[in-house]
T-cell receptor, first 113, second 112 residues
Framework: NAGVMQNPRHLVRRRGQEARLRCSPM?????VYWYRQLPEEGLKFMVY????????ESGMPKERFSAEFPKEGPSILRIQQVVRGDSAAYFC???????????FGPGTRLLVL | GENVEQHPSTLSVQEGDSAVIKCTYS??????FPWYKQELGKGPQLIID?????GEKKDQRIAVTLNKTAKHFSLHITETQPEDSAVYFC???????????FGIGTKLQVIP
């Protein structure tokens, strides 16, 4: 049973470009969560999605950030017009029912030049 | 919302000694408390969790304790080994569709 998959593992973007981060949850998991981790800091919740629905987006910045989890395909975290402060590791997690017992992916390390 | 505080931020122990990491939470509705281990360059991995109807849970060399009255919970690692070196995160959630809130993390170094 494959774990949570994220791609790309590393992403380099110049200021003003768009970044698209993908997350494929574990088989049978319909709940997905995105977190951001800055160097030497903890995991900051961004958004909680269920298939085709956003359950909680209280941690998402109001501008430039969006997330989706379509009926088919991976969950996508999209960052438009990236700035240097967006450089971080972005982790996706998934679960079967609700936020308990989340399994994390390996993360995408975003570097904005 | 929930606020989880974790300490210490760094911890060095000699191989074979015990390590204790402590967390407090603010939301009395929280009833699920997982602990994650994150190795360098990897995603966090769930190592143990405890629910509010239980005061203590053990799994080999690791144990978690929960004091609901004081809103404290702790991770205990006995007979530490070099491979225990990692960052450990505590977390809390009220359950249901409520998000999980993480502590800041503790960097544990086990010295051979």
């Amino acid at each position: 049973n494959a774990g949570v998959m994220q791609n790309p593992r590393h992403l380099v973007r110049r200021r003003g470009q768009e970044a698209r981060l993908r997350c494929s949850p574990m088989k049978g998991h319909s709940h997905v969560y995105w977190y951001r981790q800055l160097p030497e800091e903890g995991l900051k919740f961004m958004v909680y999605l269920q298939k085709e629905n956003i359950i909680d987006e209280s941690g998402m910045p109001k501008e430039r950030f969006s997330a989706e989890f379509p009926k088919e395909g991976p969950s996508i975290l999209r960052i438009q017009q990236v700035v240097r402060g967006d450089s971080a590791a972005y982790f996706c997690a998934s679960s079967t029912t609700g936020p308990e017992t989340q399994y994390f992916g390996p993360g995408t390390r975003l570097l904005v030049l | 919302g929930e606020n989880v505080e974790q300490h210490p931020s760094t911890l060095s122990v000699q191989e074979g000694d015990s390590a204790v990491i402590k967390c407090t939470y603010s939301d009395s509705a929280s009833n699920y408390f997982p602990w994650y281990k994150q190795e360098l360059g990897k995603g966090p991995q769930l190592i143990i969790d405890i629910r509010s109807n239980v005061g203590e849970k053990k799994d080999q060399r690791i144990a978690v304790t929960l004091n609901k009255t004081a809103k404290h919970f702790s991770l205990h690692i006995t007979e530490t080994q070099p491979e225990d070196s990692a960052v450990y995160f505590c977390a809390a959630s009220p359950g249901g569709y409520q998000k999980v809130t993480f502590g800041i993390g503790t960097k544990l170094q086990v010295i051979p």
